[in-house]
């Protein structure tokens, strides 16, 4: 061998009788992550335990060595320091007051099976590698069909709530224009969706990738609730008509990203039938509702809606990333997005190919993300979970009325909020004045408080509650509380938020 052969053949040699010592990692990173400051659950110890310790970007480089060389190497020991830097330094979404996104606190047990998951690092595109979890995936998404009342459903697991909502355009597509799989959309009339325009920003996205156009995503004018207006919905459905174009979907909200709004669902559902549109929810955020019994209501005519996207990594703690895509037609999917491929999805195989779920995905390698979504339902029972669910909308509510009983501190963007979003303003002192004074000005003033609160925050790490503005209302920068299954709150905790918000906006 040449010089640069054996330099190899010794490196690679060196590779293989470290490789046992090097699994070792696992060990020592289990123990750094069983930490209470790493994950931050105990309530006990919210008080003293900082969600983050906030650096700019810059100086934060300064702090870890962030840079990859072609032939440094590090010890298991400088691995390990490594390990304790990243989550010094990280968010701890677990921490009882982290209410900044969507998700929040995980579940234990699907901590669990996200774990194991990983460790047994498959892809649920075939039951040939992936027997076990392609039981699983199929029986999650029948007993989510289920609860949805779709009774001959399918769907399949997505990266993401704007790849499952991209599903639900895709299968319409193909529905009305079967051709489009084969020979695209060259010649036909401009397709048209409509949505509205508090909606998540995927939907035009989706347009733009599709090649439908962004214009052609059409904003419906919502109301007072912050819910789709179904007479401009109808309007405007009439008006692509009359231009020549083909409206061919509708997107409803249940649960909007900022608001937590609940479109009318059978009164979208009539709009879609009387003009034959595929109806879609994104219920990504309201999907848990599911499994309410208080607040079950508010998917009320779901079972109509053509298909369906939801994320039980938001408001139910399973861990990043845990999205469905539903669709009330049994086959649509696998002929949809099927096509040959020989050498992975062979129809001859020794085993039953049905379950050989991967070529009606967009994807080819594919997580695990069902398993452990279904651990969870195994520990508890999904009924458990719906306990859960309307306990975290009426923490909600009964933080609303908190706000309402400071009203010279606080002031609410809705006087009830539908799920378990809470948006709100907080008055700081110097503002505390009549509210004949309340003009223009003081307005311009009140939007900027939420992002100096929150500069107070993230530099305190006691607190983490988002902030937005709502340009369909025309309003500037508030509060949005978010409430979560995990951690499980009780009513004293509303009001050590509050307290804290008053202390950080007055420093």
């Not at 009788?17 to 400051?37: A, G, H, P, T």
Request: net charge neutral; with cysteine; proline share 3%.
């Amino acid at each position: 061998m040449d010089g640069e052969s054996e330099t190899t053949a010794s490196i690679v040699n060196g590779v293989r009788m470290r490789l046992m010592d090097d699994w070792r990692i696992l060990q020592n990173v289990f123990k750094l992550v069983q930490r209470e400051e790493t994950i931050c659950v105990n309530p006990q110890q919210w008080q003293q335990q900082k969600i983050v310790d906030f650096m700019q970007p810059d100086e934060l480089k300064k702090h870890i060595n962030l840079t990859i060389k072609e032939k440094e190497t590090s010890t298991l020991s400088d691995i390990e320091e490594i390990c304790q830097q990243v989550i010094k330094y990280s968010v701890k979404t677990s921490h009882g007051r982290f209410h900044n996104q969507l998700f929040g606190q995980l579940d234990p047990f699907g901590l669990a099976g996200s774990w194991l998951t990983e460790a047994l690092n498959t892809s649920s595109y075939t039951f040939e590698v992936a027997p076990v979890f392609s039981l699983v995936e199929t029986e999650v998404i029948s007993a989510v069909c289920r609860l949805a009342g779709y009774s001959h459903g399918d769907g399949i697991f997505a990266p993401g709530g704007s790849a499952s909502n991209m599903y639900g355009l895709v299968l319409a597509r193909y529905k009305r224009i079967p051709t489009v799989k084969s020979s695209g959309m060259f010649g036909i009339r401009p397709l048209v969706i409509f949505t509205s325009e508090d909606s998540h920003y995927s939907l035009k996205k989706a347009a733009h990738w599709l090649g439908i156009g962004a214009d052609n995503c059409v904003a419906v004018r919502t109301n007072a609730k912050g819910q789709m207006a179904l007479d401009d919905l109808e309007d405007k459905i009439k008006a692509a008509k009359e231009s020549g174009l083909d409206p061919f979907f509708i997107n409803a909200t249940a649960g909007t990203t900022v608001l937590g709004a609940f479109d009318d669902l059978d009164g979208i559902a009539d709009v879609a039938q009387r003009y034959g549109l595929w109806m879609h929810v994104d219920a990504c955020l309201g999907g848990a509702v599911l499994l309410a019994y208080k607040n079950r209501q508010l998917l009320k005519g779901l079972q109509r809606a053509n298909s369906f996207a939801w994320n039980p990594h938001k408001t139910l703690g399973v861990p990043l990333q845990c999205s469905l895509f539903l669709t009330k037609e049994s086959d649509l999917l696998a002929r949809c997005n099927s096509i040959e491929v020989n050498y992975l999805f062979q129809q001859d195989k020794f085993y039953d190919v049905t379950y050989d779920t991967g070529n009606k995905s967009i994807q080819c390698g594919r997580k695990i993300d069902a398993f452990k979504f279904w651990l969870m339902f195994k520990a508890r029972g999904y009924g458990l979970y719906g306990h859960l669910v309307d306990h975290a909308i009426e923490m909600a509510r009964l933080l609303e009325q908190k706000l309402r009983a400071r009203p010279d501190r606080f002031r609410l963007v809705l006087d009830q909020h539908e799920y378990s979003n809470v948006c709100f303003w907080y008055i700081p002192k110097a503002m505390r004045v009549p509210s004949s004074e309340e003009n223009e000005d003081w307005w311009a003033r009140l939007y900027t408080v939420a992002p100096k609160v929150k500069e107070q925050m993230a530099y305190s790490g006691t607190l983490m509650v988002g902030y937005s503005p709502l340009s369909s209302r025309q309003l500037g920068n508030f509060f949005r509380m978010v409430f979560t299954c995990f951690p499980v709150l009780e009513a004293a905790e509303l009001d050590i938020i509050l307290n804290e918000i008053e202390r950080l906006g007055e420093l």
